[in-house]
């Protein structure tokens, strides 16, 4: 019998090993540094007594209960009368503490295997995120400093707009009549005055004998007119150095190229005017006149003629172009 007792000692030994190596592995936990404190536990089987009761309680508004709880009973704790702590009573209620023990393994067995590198995983997501933080709220002040940059410039922007458009539309009124005559009007009215940035512009012209009415239902001539106004209207307000007309003259009469040209000697002291044209009284107003001659058939060349009474060229390259006539 003293046999069998030391060899299932010994058996008893290897599973307690077994068991202790388990724990260690699995939940991290020293079994040799472990000081049990029955106090403690009676604390903590009383509060998850008091769990299950407050669960089983929640439960009976919905369902009825047909089979009573295992460990129930509150035989295994009583309570001091004279310190009010917890007394242990004779045999602990070892059902319950097998049904919370299982009740835990299967949480713990739920959670899956422990994570070794989460903590560094942690550090490494946490540096991240401030990174990132970080970058969001510099985005975010700079997407706020250029709303407040962008308000300011349309602020500014539909001011000067505003001015310029003023200052435009009256200067297309005034030239509009010195071309057309006393009788004639014109005026430009904004598509949408909410968003004078965007909105679009209608020409409204009026020659003389002829209704109110879009740009789009005048002829070549007058179109080419109301143009010309619109163009020497803006000239009033900014200047430029450099002017390219090409062809502008091309639809109009005899009567209108004299007003034409006319008011193009109104802002040759501020512009240099480029002009492409065909007509004869265009080129006779002219200061300086560039074409392309062919004195050889076949071999062409360009040939500039001064047409002014200055004998210093007004472009150096006039002598090498050609032949100059007063």
Request: aromatic letters at 6%; a negative charge; proline letters at 5%.
């Amino acid at each position: 019998q003293r046999g069998r007792e030391e060899v299932r000692t010994t058996q008893l030994d290897l599973r307690v090993e077994s068991i202790t190596a388990s724990i260690t592995e699995r939940y991290q936990v020293e079994i040799e540094n472990f000081r049990p404190d029955a106090h403690q536990l009676l604390l903590a089987l009383e509060s998850q007594k008091a769990r299950n009761r407050r669960s089983r309680s929640n439960k009976i508004e919905e369902t009825v209960v047909t089979e009573a709880p295992v460990g129930d009973s509150d035989a295994d704790v009583e309570v001091d009368p004279e310190t009010g702590e917890f007394v242990e009573a004779a045999e602990p209620d070892w059902g319950f503490i097998e049904a919370s023990v299982k009740e835990m393994r299967r949480k713990l067995d739920s959670m899956g295997p422990v994570n070794l590198d989460a903590i560094q995983e942690f550090e490494e997501t946490e540096e991240r995120l401030q990174f990132l933080t970080e970058q969001h709220a510099d985005l975010t002040n700079s997407k706020e400093e250029l709303l407040r940059v962008l308000a300011k410039i349309n602020t500014e922007s539909r001011k000067q707009f505003a001015e310029t458009f003023i200052k435009v539309r009256d200067n297309f009124k005034m030239m509009f009549r010195e071309l057309f005559g006393e009788s004639a009007k014109a005026d430009l009215i904004l598509l949408d005055e909410d968003d004078p940035l965007e909105s679009g512009i209608d020409i409204i012209a009026k020659p003389p004998g002829k209704k109110l009415q879009t740009i789009s239902l005048l002829s070549g001539g007058e179109r080419s007119m109301t143009a010309v106004a619109l163009l020497f209207a803006i000239y009033m307000v900014k200047p430029s150095p450099f002017c390219v007309l090409d062809e502008l003259d091309a639809p109009l009469d005899e009567a209108n190229i004299a007003r034409f040209v006319k008011m193009l000697d109104r802002f040759i002291t501020q512009s240099q005017f480029v002009i492409i044209t065909h007509s004869k009284r265009t080129m006779n107003r002219a200061d300086v006149m560039y074409g392309v001659t062919m004195q050889e058939f076949g071999v062409s060349k360009p040939v500039g003629m001064k047409l002014t009474q200055d004998d210093k060229p007004t472009n150096p390259e006039l002598a090498e172009l050609g032949p100059a006539g007063h």
